[in-house]
């Protein structure tokens, strides 16, 4: 991840906090307002408002290993030091793949309808949009042949491999905006991307600037997006700015990115591929009559896992009645969370989106949060153990 200078000022050492102080708007615009320049991408065919596209001339560069490699390497620069962004046009050049796995997503989705189940989103008012959480593979068990057509595309594993090296994990979500569906507010992405900006301050400013690189953030495009669609929103170059997980929660960095985003209309077919520490946000649909359906894809570095498996949900339930008795004893708070912290889970992902959606926030409550909370409320130990998996059978794949 390339850092810059705009939250700390030259000659002085880069902070070891982020914090409101940190977001200058003056400083922002000063990132974004660097220029893509096309001589600096020698596999890029054009530059369109600031983002880099790759047509079909970059497949005849992909089959000797040393051409892939260089490919490979002027898409990290252009996701780092560059604008953030990379459209493939054509990155399926037989769209009818895209087709028979939209008829795909589109029967599950109308079969989510019928049961009445509503997913929600988390950027944007539940059911303005029809989503599939999990769509991976919920493909994979309903048509596993349109899936392999589809994942053996070789832009996805060109890009996927180039920002997060080999043993990639990919997950999918399906959005479908409707028309009329409102604009996303401008946001980043995951992992502190959907966090509050109170929860992302407690992290180190390293973590700010390495967690880039543990995700890829892409889109393909189901059908034909033009702009009264509503396709992405971008503000290219916008990762660079340091303190920009703390700053896109701040009114005066929305207004911004509303008054200077960009908007590239999309082909079936074409595939847009970004630094999650990207500003951007789905557009508004103002067509009367186009679905505008994206396969969202998430891809996850191999190294963002641990080296053993616990059983935390055990761990919780053993340790609660001796939380319980020290909190009745007096014991400092601090002391408490420390105990949960080493015991239970912390973070509210991986999850099942279809049973364990975000309430309240962005994100589902955390393992660690539920022992809080119960603690807070002085629950029994039966009560918690029922929480605790009821919460781990909302996190399976079906959610049983």
Known sequence: MTT???????????????????????????????????????????????VLIYGKRLHSYLESPEERADVQAELIRALTAGPGIVVFKGAFADTAIVDRATAAFNSIIAEQKASGAAAGDHFA????????????????VRDPQVFAEYYSNDILALISEAWLGPNYQVTSQVNVVNPGGAAQTAHRDYHLGFMSSEQAARYPAHIHLLSPALTLQGAVAHCDMPVESGPTLYLPHSHKYDAGYLAFHRPEFTRYFEENYVQLPLEQGDAAFFNPALFHGAGHNKSADIRRMANLLQVSSAFGRAMESVDRT????????????????????????????????????????????PVGGIAPESQAELVWRSLQEDAEPDALLRDLEAAARRRLTDGL
Request: charged share 25%.
């Open 314 to 357: 055990a761990m919780s339930a053993a340790l609660y009645p001796t939380l319980r008795q020290l909190k009745a004893d007096g014991t400092s708070d601090r002391f408490l969370r420390n105990v949960i912290a080493a015991s239970a889970e912390g973070y509210g992902f991986p999850t099942n989106l279809d049973c364990d959606q």
């Open 4 to 50: 810059t200078a705009s939250s700390h000022a030259p000659g002085t050492h880069a902070p070891q906090w982020f914090g409101h102080d940190s977001c200058r708007l003056e400083d922002f615009v000063a990132v974004v307002g660097e220029k893509t320049k096309l001589e600096d991408y020698a596999y890029a065919d054009a530059v369109e408002q600031n």
């Open 125 to 140: 008012k539940p059911g303005a949009n029809d989503r599939i959480w999990g769509a991976l593979d919920k493909l994979a």
